[in-house]
Structures are given as structure tokens and as C-alpha cells.
């Protein structure tokens, strides 16, 4: 008669569910490491994350801020005073305001400051919308001959909250950074 050299199944069965339910390691050891791995490697990822978008956010303010002074700019150099025969197309202060407005959707404009030039003078909107209503034509009528200069120049106070998170930064509300784009054109017609 031949040897039965097979366990049954109700001999290892414990033993088999002892190993399962310590994820199969036969020590008691390694209990808690996950939570001490998530801490030393969870948090910096979280912080880091977090640091991309903020960075991402800031470079898109800054983006919206540069193309709004540069479009707004060819606006302005787009109705000079030839644009005027036959058409009445001479601009406004405040709509030109209105125009860099419409362009900046991603900037809060109580912290955006505009500075518009031509050769009459420098006139600034601090903040933007103080000049919203503004009825002085611009680029101002004795200076807007086809080729002259208007510059449009902005910045903006940008609130990074990346500050907050930083170790060590004790009731710190976000930093504040100020950029700034300018741009320079022609009067074209």
C-alpha cells in the first residue's frame, strides 16, 4: 500500500490564513511601515504637487499679463488719426482700459497697474480701474500721427500661497511678487 505523502488541507489551512493576515510575512516586525513610508514620501510629493501648480498658475497670470499689454498696444496703434477718415474709430482712455480688460481674464485687476505713453505724456491707472471711465482719447489727438510711438506698460502683484506651506513660515499669508510686461509700437493707421 503506497505512503500518503500529501498534507491534508485542514492541517495548513491556520497556517495559511496566519501568513494572509500579515500580508504574508511570518514576523509581526513590519507593522506600521506604511504609514512611516506615506509620511517620509507622501508629504514632500503633496508639497511638490502643490508647488507645480501654484508655479503653473503664477506663469499663467504672467502670460495673460504679457499678451494683454502686447494686444492692448496693437489696439491702440490701430486707430490713430487716419483711422478716422471716413470712419470715427478714435479710442478712448477707458476703452482702451475696457479692451485690456477683456484680454487679462486670469489677473485680478484691483492689482493691476497700467502706465499708457505717447508723446503727449504718461498717464497711469493705479489700479486699472480708475480709468475705466476715462474720456481722454488715447493715443491723445496731437500725437497720433501714423509711426508714432505709444507704449503700454503693466504689472501685476502676484500672491503666491506656496509661502504658507513652507516650513518654518509662522503665520506667513502668501508671498507677493511683482511682475511686469511692457510693449512698444508704431501708430499704424
Known amino acids: 500500500m503506497a505512503e500518503n505523502t500529501s498534507i491534508s488541507n485542514s492541517q495548513t489551512a491556520p497556517a495559511e490564513r496566519r501568513s494572509r493576515r500579515r500580508g504574508g510575512r511570518r ?3 513590519r507593522r506600521g511601515s ?6 517620509l514620501l507622501g508629504i514632500p510629493v503633496i508639497f511638490l504637487m502643490t508647488s507645480v501648480i ?15 499689454t502686447e494686444i492692448t498696444a496693437r489696439y491702440a496703434g490701430m486707430h490713430g488719426n487716419t483711422c478716422e477718415s471716413p470712419n470715427s474709430c478714435t479710442v478712448t482712455l477707458g476703452t482702451v482700459v475696457g479692451f485690456f ?5 486670469a489677473l485680478n485687476s484691483a492689482l493691476v497697474v497700467v502706465t499708457f505713453t505717447d508723446g503727449s505724456g504718461t498717464t497711469t491707472c493705479n ?10 482719447t488715447f493715443p491723445n489727438t496731437s500725437y497720433n500721427n501714423v509711426g508714432s510711438n ?3 506698460a503693466a504689472t501685476y502683484k502676484l500672491i503666491d500661497p ?7 513660515s509662522h503665520g506667513v499669508s502668501g508671498g507677493t511678487f511683482l511682475v511686469g510686461a511692457t510693449s512698444t509700437l508704431p501708430i499704424l493707421y
Do not use: H, N
Not at 489700479?127 to 481722454?136: D, G, K, L, M, R
Open 34 to 39: 506604511s504609514l512611516i513610508e506615506f509620511t
Open 127 to 136: 489700479p486699472i480701474t480708475t480709468c475705466a471711465a476715462s474720456s481722454a
Open 162 to 168: 506656496i509661502a504658507m506651506l513652507w516650513p518654518g
Open 101 to 105: 480688460e477683456k484680454q487679462s481674464i
Open 54 to 68: 501654484a508655479a503653473s498658475l503664477d506663469m499663467w497670470q504672467f502670460f495673460t499679463l504679457s499678451y494683454a
Open 27 to 29: 514576523d509581526g516586525r
Open 150 to 152: 505709444i507704449t503700454v
